[in-house]
């Protein structure tokens, strides 16, 4: 008899993987990258082997998996989260504009940067003298935005004025009465 042997040996070992935390999606960031890193290919579900970096715009949870040349795998998954709160925003109703009071105040107020159409932003309150519609603005820093108005209204109505003819000054007549009502 003639006897030989074999090793069989075994390469069970994982690939590693490393995943990135994303940036929070917002108003202002509409789509964030997922990257991984790892000593093997690395597939995100959904998208093409080898595709590192992939963007997405939805936030979820994202899986992604190594696979190694030995055909071991390693998988981990990563939360995409969304902040869309918009801010606050409330408008303070003007003064009317008369013949008095030819300019008025618009305020408002918020929890992020206020900006009145036509003006710099976080000029508040703004002077306005011209009857009309003002659009205003709140951004948060997420980039989310809230809008309102303000009607300002003018009272400018004259008022009536009659003048009741006096008589005629003579010499007998040397005073009148003026009227008017």
């Known amino acids: 008899t003639q006897k030989d042997s074999v090793i069989v040996t075994q390469d069970g070992s994982k690939p590693t993987l490393s995943v990135a935390a994303p940036a929070v999606l917002t108003c202002a960031t509409t789509s964030v990258n997922l990257s991984a890193t790892s000593n093997g290919t690395i597939t995100w579900t959904g998208f093409a082997a080898g ?22 795998t390693q998988k981990d998954s990563v939360t995409v989260t969304q902040d869309i709160t918009k801010p606050t925003l409330s408008v303070t109703a003007p003064a009317v504009l008369t013949c008095a009071t030819t300019s008025v105040n618009l305020s408002a107020t918020s929890n992020g940067t206020i900006t009145w159409t036509g003006f710099a932003a976080g000029q508040n309150p703004v002077i306005v003298s ?20 303000v009607t300002v209204t003018q009272d400018i ?23 008017a009502t």
Do not use: E, F, H, R
């Open 51 to 72: 595709q590192n970096p992939v963007s997405v715009s939805a936030p979820g949870k994202y899986y992604v998996t190594a696979t190694a040349a030995n055909g071991c």
């Open 157 to 179: 109505t004259k008022p009536t004025l009659t003048i009741t003819q006096p008589p005629v000054l003579t010499c007998l007549n040397t005073a009148v009465n003026l009227s």
């Open 130 to 149: 011209a009857a009309g519609k003002y659009y205003v603005t709140a951004t948060a820093a997420n980039g989310c935005t809230q809008k309102d108005s």
